[in-house]
């Protein structure tokens, strides 16, 4: 399950993600926003973390316009690893050695193109194992 959220900044792109993901066959829950009406990014970020923290998603996606506000009250709660991505090198780098369980993306800043391939790193891309990053990981928590 992947928990999605997002702001008005990000409510467009989030639309493109989610028909991206049920083309996929993926499973997720959307928990807002559900208009471009002014919102606060803090609410949505709580949510998704709740989801992944609670273990009904594994992973998440976040949006707002910049990806800023939202990936950092994201990672304002323990055991989120929320990673600010506007590239798919960025996105297989963040899985491979940080484990991040959130994906975060500017609605205004990366084109759904780019996005939906950013989207498709993230969640296919395994992470390492490897001692040294399983060991930084343990010292960011």
Do not use: W
């Not at 484990?99 to 996005?115: E, K």
């Amino acid at each position: 399950m992947i928990a999605v959220g997002c702001d008005h900044g990000g409510f467009a792109l989030k639309q493109e993600i989610l028909a991206h993901l049920k083309e996929r066959g993926l499973e997720y829950n959307d928990l807002g926003c559900y208009e471009e009406k002014s919102c606060d990014y803090p609410t949505y970020a709580k949510a998704v973390a709740a989801e992944i923290n609670e273990g009904r998603a594994e992973k998440g996606i976040l949006i707002c316009g910049t990806g800023i506000g939202i990936s950092i009250a994201a990672n304002k709660i323990p055991g989120i690893r929320a990673a600010l991505c506007t590239d798919c090198f960025c996105a297989e780098a963040t899985r491979q050695h940080n484990d991040a369980n959130v994906l975060a993306l500017g609605g205004r800043v990366v084109g759904a193109g780019l996005a939906l391939k950013i989207v498709d790193t993230f969640l296919d891309t395994p992470f390492s194992n490897d001692e040294r990053h399983i060991r930084r990981i343990k010292g960011i928590e």
